[in-house]
């Protein structure tokens, strides 16, 4: 018995002391910390799959005070970037040393551009950045606009002439889901009129997670390759979506090759089969990436839009600026929509911006130390290394709101991106996008994609707030990519003729 007893009390030292070394790694390397728990670290400050709390968090401790701070997630001691020129050398100076995000462990819809490590990466991204060209972007276009009719229609026929009380975000996902397919895949549906059409009811389940098992989705987000190692069955994507959108492009891929001279199509997809037969893409690559150019445009196009409008309806007066611009834009370049004219629109524009100030699509940009990296400080302060293998955290959300930066920040205010102002902030100031040469590939896809939708909207219907309805909107804490919790309830009216 006192042998069992001498055991148990070696072993819970032994745990205690790991555990007390592993809280206090930054502090032993000289980097300033949130206070840790002596057991469970940071875990009951780990309250959204983003981390938006314990960066917000860690950013208001000790931003001005250090260049880096550090927490933990997990037994994972993570840096914390304060400092925006540090920012700027990490995206852009020393790029080189920060080339990776986070290692995930390949599966069918993984292998993609965004999760590529190091010279994978390089290869991938040379061979799809022509592909997001302005002249393809400009044959893409004319796909949009007509799924915008879709939208316009749905909206006549819910709204009618006396007005009423529509989920904006549900319509708005439908036609994102509708135009990112289309453009991606070449696939044609209307899940406006049909919300169960196989397509949308498949898409779906890609980013509807509740908001239980948060930490759960953590540990597996940072554990993924040991997990993997261990041969536990972890998946990012369900196998019933990898199924789904394996077999779509498995059947593209065969109807094109047998009409390869009878077909062409404005499409990802399309453009995808050229570069394979210049460079080589095998058919393995060609389903997540198509599937990559889907998820990117989709998801973050339709909550964009959809905060866009939550804000617009909050705010009359900014609602009216943006449509007096695109109705006067429109006017000159009657009768049709042109690519040109959505690029004069400059406060549209803005518009966009603020919205991804105010809810960007991740809340921070991660890297990994490619080796050990020495952050340069003042000349005779002590030197601050960051161990290869680190994984470093820009928290977007946290600069975004710095009210050093953005005075008010949770006020709506496009005028924030005029170009005189825009001047005046440093240039990591807005990482809505990213930055640097692992910035959004596919942002000016995405861009174009919301505004058509915002053009069509704001042409024809006003948006105001419905009383009871929260004043702020609330953000799922399940979904690595900002979304709505529950939805977006708006008043819509005919514009008066």
């Not at 930066?405 to 005028?415: G, K, N, Q, S, V």
Request: some cysteine.
């Amino acid at each position: 018995m006192g042998f069992v007893l001498i055991l148990l009390t070696s072993l819970l030292s032994g745990v205690l002391g790991y555990l007390r070394c592993k809280y206090n790694y930054w502090q032993i390397n000289g980097v300033k910390q949130l206070r840790a728990h002596f057991l469970f670290g940071h875990f009951f400050k780990m309250k959204s799959v983003r981390l938006t709390e314990l960066l917000q968090e860690t950013y208001d401790a000790f931003k001005g005070s250090a260049l880096v701070a550090g927490t933990y997630v997990y037994l994972r001691p993570i840096a914390v970037i304060l400092d925006l020129d540090l920012a700027k050398m990490i995206l852009i100076e020393d790029f080189d040393k920060f080339v990776d995000r986070r290692n995930f462990h390949k599966e069918p819809l993984m292998d993609n551009l965004f999760n590529a490590q190091c010279e994978e990466w390089c290869t991938l991204r040379k061979k799809l950045t022509p592909m997001f060209s302005s002249g393809n972007l400009k044959c893409i276009f004319g796909t949009i606009t007509e799924v915008a009719r879709n939208l316009e229609e749905s909206f006549q026929e819910l709204v009618g002439t006396q007005g009423g009380v529509l989920d904006v975000h549900d319509l708005l996902d439908r036609f994102s889901m509708d135009a990112s397919a289309t453009c991606a895949f070449g696939i044609h549906f209307n899940s406006l009129k049909d919300p169960q059409v196989e397509f949308r009811v498949n898409g779906r389940k890609i980013f509807h997670h509740s908001d239980d098992g948060i930490r759960w989705r953590i540990f597996k987000f940072l554990y993924w390759s040991v997990l993997a190692k261990l041969k536990l069955s972890v998946r990012f994507y369900d196998k019933i979506i990898a199924d789904f959108f394996t077999r779509i492009v498995r059947e593209k891929l065969e109807l094109r090759q047998e009409l390869r001279h009878n077909i062409k199509r404005n499409d990802f997809l399309e453009l995808l089969m050229a570069s394979k037969d210049d460079n080589d893409l095998t058919l393995e690559q060609l389903t997540p990436h198509a599937f990559d150019f889907f998820v990117s445009g989709y998801e973050t196009s339709s909550s964009t839009m959809s905060c866009a409008l939550f804000e617009l309806a909050k705010h009359p007066s900014v609602q009216q600026k943006l449509r007096n611009e695109i109705t006067g834009i429109l006017h000159k370049h009657a009768p049709n929509l042109t690519y040109e004219a959505v690029q004069e629109m400059r406060y549209l524009d803005q518009t966009i911006t603020e919205t991804l100030r105010k809810y960007p699509a991740l809340a921070s940009l991660t890297r990994i130390a490619a080796e050990d990296y020495t952050v340069p400080t003042a000349s005779g302060d002590i030197p601050l290394v960051l161990d290869k293998g680190t994984i470093v955290y820009i928290p977007v959300r946290a600069i975004h709101y710095d009210s050093e930066i953005y005075p008010e920040p949770t006020i709506f205010r496009p005028e924030r991106f005029e170009t005189s102002t825009c001047l005046q902030r440093h240039s990591m100031a807005f990482l809505g996008f990213g930055d640097g040469p692992r910035h959004c590939i596919g942002q000016q896809f995405g861009r174009m994609q919301i505004k058509i939708g915002l053009i069509a909207l704001l042409t024809k219907y006003q948006f105001s707030s419905v009383p009871g309805f929260p004043d702020e909107l609330p953000i799922s804490k399940g979904n690595v990519i900002l979304r709505p919790r529950q939805g977006v309830l708006l008043k819509v009216h005919r514009v008066p003729e």
